[in-house]
Each structure stands twice: as structure tokens, then as C-alpha cells.
């Protein structure tokens, strides 16, 4: 009986356990991922469901009334409403037209930059060219406010000389152009940044050999460049379309959605359903029409992502 006993393999003591589970990859996978993904659902999750549910109420604090369900009517009056419907394609042309202009530009001087590695000062001239996108949107407007006044105005200034004078911010016909020209000036460093990122991916064998055989340009970069950076080049694209749906700060210091609508983007809208009139659940729809339309735009870039990669795949 004491040899029996004495041959029988201790058990583990809970320590050893322990140390065991944390060896375990998932298992330290999970405790690492562990306080992003709780921060996540504190800020993001909980805000969510909290929006979805208040869009069913109708609820202002201005009345100091407690909210009232009333199911669908946020929605049904949210689609009747004219204005919301116009904000919204104004949105859109906003969008097309920041993201397309900033993504030309971008390309075109990041590679004008690629392709000038040896200039001297070329360091410099991009620190420079980035500083635009480090500034404040609400700097920015006040700065360019002062650009476009009408009275005293650099602008207004210069063009005195030919014998006009316009007022950029306040005529219906300049102010959407004038304030898009702002946010190009601002955000087309970023895909600058992008592009260079993106250029910087393409192996340098396969330029190389392309210089060798004495590839045409316009072909070197629509066979070689293009196809090996066009996923970075599309992550910038999503997250400035992302970002262009969120436009506010900017419009709102500059036109506050004025003259009339012109500038009056659906953020712009949201702001004063929430904050002049207090409307919470019909900005709360709002809201979440805006979060829905951002994530569909963002489903369907990562599925041309997603295609392309798997059509490259097939071709290798």
C-alpha cells in the first residue's frame, strides 16, 4: 500500500493550473483582446442600442415630458420630409466630390512626389504639405472665414484688381464650391499620405524590369503600380467617404448649413434637430439613417476589396 501510494502522480496544484490556462494561446488571445472589446461595448455598443431604441420615442427635454413610444412614426416622418431627403443628396454630391477631387489630387502628387525622391527640399515641402491636415476643422474655418470675407478679405483683396467683388460665404451660388475647396485644401494631403504609402508597396524588381524593357509610363502604371496598391489606395478612399458622411464641424463654423440650405448637409441637419430644437428621437433616426448609410458604403468597398483579392488569387 505504500509503494502504491507512493507512485501515484501528485495532482497539479491550482497555481500550476492556472499558469497552464495561460500558456494556452486562445486563452491569451482572449485576455488581451479582452479591454478593447469592453471598451468597445461601453462607447460604441451601449450608445448604439440606446440610439436604436430612443428612434421608436418621441422625446424632447424642453417640455419636461417623459418620452413616449410611438413606433415607427420617427421614421415615417423622417421619410415624408423633404428637407431630410435634400440634406441627404447633398450629402451625397458632397461626398462624391470631396473624396473624388481629393483622391486625383492625391494620386497625382504623391506620385509626382514618388518619382522626386533625389530633390532637394523634398522633405520639407511634404512636411509642409501635411500641415493642413493636422489643424483643427474649427481653426480652419475660422481661418478661411477671414479669407472670404467680403470687405477685408485676401481674396476679396486680390480680386479688386479686376474689378469684382464676391461674397463667398454669404451668395448661394459660391458658398457649397467655397466650402469644398476648404476641405479639399485640407484632406487631399491625407491621400498624399495614402498614395505615397501605396507607392511604396509596389516591389522595386518589378519597376526595375519595367525600366529595363522601356515600359510606357501610362502602361507601367496602370499593369504594375495600380494593381499592387490599389487596396491601400481604397482603405484611404473608405475612410475619407466615412469621414465626409461625419462633415460638420467645418460647415457648421462657416455657413451654419447657410445661405438658405445650400451648405446643409444631413450632419448639419442632425446638429440642429438635436441642439436647437431638441428633438432627441427624430435626431436619434437621423442618426441612425447616417450610421446605416456609412456602414453600407463601407460593405461595399470591402467587397470590391474582397473581390479583386480573390480574383488575383484565382489569376496566381
Do not use: C
Not at 35 to 45: K, Q, R
Not at 100 to 111: A, C, F, N, P
Not at 245 to 273: C, E, V
Request: hydrophobic letters at 50%; aromatic letters at 14%.
Amino acid at each position: 500500500m505504500a509503494s502504491t501510494s507512493m507512485s501515484r502522480p501528485q495532482a497539479p496544484s491550482q497555481r500550476a493550473k492556472w499558469h497552464q490556462r495561460l500558456n494556452d494561446p486562445k486563452v491569451l488571445a482572449v485576455l488581451l483582446i479582452s479591454p478593447a472589446m469592453l471598451f468597445f461595448f461601453i462607447w460604441n455598443v451601449i450608445p448604439v442600442l440606446w440610439l436604436v431604441g430612443l428612434s421608436f420615442y418621441r422625446y424632447s427635454p424642453k417640455f419636461g415630458r417623459p418620452p413616449s413610444f410611438i413606433g415607427i412614426g420617427n421614421y415615417e416622418d423622417l421619410f415624408f420630409d423633404f428637407s431630410a431627403w435634400e440634406s441627404l443628396s447633398r450629402t451625397f454630391i458632397w461626398v462624391l466630390l470631396s473624396v473624388g477631387i481629393e483622391t486625383v489630387l492625391g494620386i497625382i502628387l504623391g506620385i509626382l512626389f514618388w518619382g522626386s525622391d533625389k530633390l532637394p527640399g523634398r522633405r520639407l515641402a511634404l512636411t509642409l504639405l501635411f500641415t493642413p491636415m493636422l489643424l483643427t476643422p474649427v481653426s480652419v474655418g475660422a481661418f478661411y472665414q477671414y479669407i472670404y470675407e467680403p470687405t477685408f478679405g485676401i481674396l476679396n483683396y486680390f480680386l479688386s484688381f479686376f474689378g469684382t467683388n464676391i461674397d463667398f460665404l454669404g451668395n448661394r451660388n459660391w458658398a457649397f464650391a467655397s466650402v469644398l475647396a476648404v476641405d479639399v485644401w485640407m484632406w487631399t494631403p491625407f491621400m498624399i499620405l495614402i498614395t505615397l504609402a501605396a507607392l511604396g508597396s509596389v516591389p522595386k524588381a518589378e519597376l526595375e524590369a519595367a525600366a529595363i524593357d522601356r515600359l510606357p509610363w501610362l502602361q507601367r502604371f496602370w499593369h504594375i503600380i495600380l494593381p499592387r496598391s490599389k487596396f491601400i489606395l481604397m482603405l484611404g478612399v473608405l475612410l475619407r467617404t466615412i469621414e465626409s458622411f461625419k462633415t460638420m464641424d467645418l460647415i457648421h463654423l462657416m455657413t451654419q448649413g447657410g445661405p438658405g440650405n445650400a451648405t446643409d448637409l444631413i450632419a448639419i441637419s442632425l446638429y440642429r434637430t438635436a441642439f436647437d430644437s431638441l428633438q432627441m428621437g427624430e435626431s436619434a433616426t437621423l442618426a441612425l439613417i447616417l450610421l446605416l448609410t456609412a456602414i453600407a458604403f463601407t460593405s461595399i468597398y470591402l467587397y470590391i476589396l474582397n473581390l479583386s483579392k480573390r480574383e488575383q488569387e484565382i489569376a496566381l
